[in-house]
Every structure is written in C-alpha cells, then in structure tokens.
C-alpha cells in the first residue's frame, strides 16, 4: 500500500529563454505507486520532467522530493538524492558496448546482477554495441543503467515512442515488474501503457494540471476526452 508522500510539486513555472511552457503545474507522487502525467504534444509533460531532474535554470514554484526542496539543486545532486530518468531517446551512447553503457552509470557490483536478472536480453547482449540493438532492446538497456543506481524514484519519458505494439506489451510486463521494487513516474501518451501500469494520474494542457485522479475519475469528468487525443492513443499512438 502506498503510504507515504514521495514528490510533490506545487506551483510549477518553468520557462526556456523567453517562453513560458509551465504556468501552473502540481504533482503528486506515492511510494509504491506508479504516477502517469498524461497530455497531448506540447502540454508541458517533458518539461515538467526536466524541471524536476534540474535540467532548466528558469523554474520557479516548489519541487520536493522525500520532503527535500530539489529547486535549485544540480542535476546530479538530484540523482544522488534517489531520482534515476530514462530519457525519451533513450540517452545511450551508440558506439559503446552494452557493458561500457551499464559501467557508465555504475560500477559492476552486486546490483548488477540483480538489474540483469530482471533484463536477460541485456545480459545476454552485454558484448555487442548498443546502436547495434533493437528499439525494444535499446529500451531495456536504458531502464537496466538508470536501475544501477537503485533510484527510489524511476522517471520514465514517454518509454512506448517507437517501439511495435507487441513489444509495447513486453515493455509493460518487465515494468509491471519493477513496480514491487521501485515508484515510478511515467510520462506516457499510450493509453494502454498508462492504464496497466498508472494507479494515480495527472493530466497537463498548455502548461497547466487540469485534472488528477484515477484514470476511470479523469474520464468520468470528461477531462480525457478534453485534453487527449483518444483515438490515436488507444492504438498505441503519439
């Protein structure tokens, strides 16, 4: 059962250069819940992400992380703190070994046979080069090195973007599985993603939270029909 606040944002502005993407953003995120910010292109969802990594100088508004104010903090004092991020492309490096990626996030240790337990297909490719794998693999590789660091807060941006439904579906099985190890944060525009895996959800439009909820109180209030696009994500679509 969750049972205890782990994020809570409050109030979030961000701006890049002249132009405000946040106005007004809040986010609440449980122990032991997987949190999904749902939005259609360009509702802020991404920028609420690099807001919370500190990735953006111009923010403003409240962050707080195990009760710890992350505004203003650096990047990697942040991952430091418990927060591990799965970029939406992914953020290996093409030319380098399986292996050589993982031991850019962490040391080989005890973890690490842990993490690769959970993701054979890693293990099993640790000599090749990562450009080398399949967007499924290329996945699984990027969870597998933010895992390393044993996060107590998994950020994942949009994890379903180009990848075939079939292996949409094995993404969400290795994830379901990690949610008895780890919380998670989920950016995601695949409905079907979002509702296995989502017990709590907010939902961003032009840089504002207009709804929060379960999913089936978010679509009862007619939010979803209001601020996504339905059709288009109920086939797995972006």
Do not use: C
């Amino acid at each position: 059962m969750p049972d205890a606040q782990l994020l809570e944002i409050r109030g979030l502005r961000a701006s890049i250069e002249t132009f405000q993407i946040l106005h007004n953003v809040d986010v609440d995120a449980r122990e032991g819940e997987t949190t999904v910010i749902l939005g259609r292109n360009g509702a802020g969802k991404t920028t609420t992400l690099r807001s919370v990594l500190g990735f953006l100088d111009q923010v403003e508004g409240s962050i707080r992380f195990q009760g710890r104010e992350l505004v203003g903090m650096r990047t990697h004092q942040i991952a430091g703190a418990g927060i591990g991020y799965v970029p939406e492309n992914r953020g290996m490096f093409p030319d380098l070994t399986v292996e050589e990626n993982l031991l850019v996030s962490a040391p080989r240790g005890p973890v690490w046979d842990q993490v690769l337990d959970m993701f054979p297909v890693v293990r099993d490719r640790l000599k090749s080069k990562a450009g080398q794998l399949s967007g499924g693999q290329q996945q699984m590789l990027s969870i597998s090195r933010a895992l390393l660091r044993e996060p107590t807060l998994l950020i994942l941006d949009e994890p379903s973007k180009g990848l075939a439904p079939l292996i949409i579906d094995e993404l969400i099985g290795t994830l379901r599985g990690l949610q008895s190890h780890t919380s998670i944060l989920l950016v995601e525009q695949n409905l079907k993603m979002a509702r296995a895996l989502g017990q709590h959800f907010v939902m961003l439009d032009d840089g504002y939270s207009v709804a929060s909820g379960t999913l089936e109180e978010i679509e009862s209030e007619g939010a979803a029909e209001r601020f996504l696009t339905l059709t288009g994500m109920e086939r797995g679509g972006v």
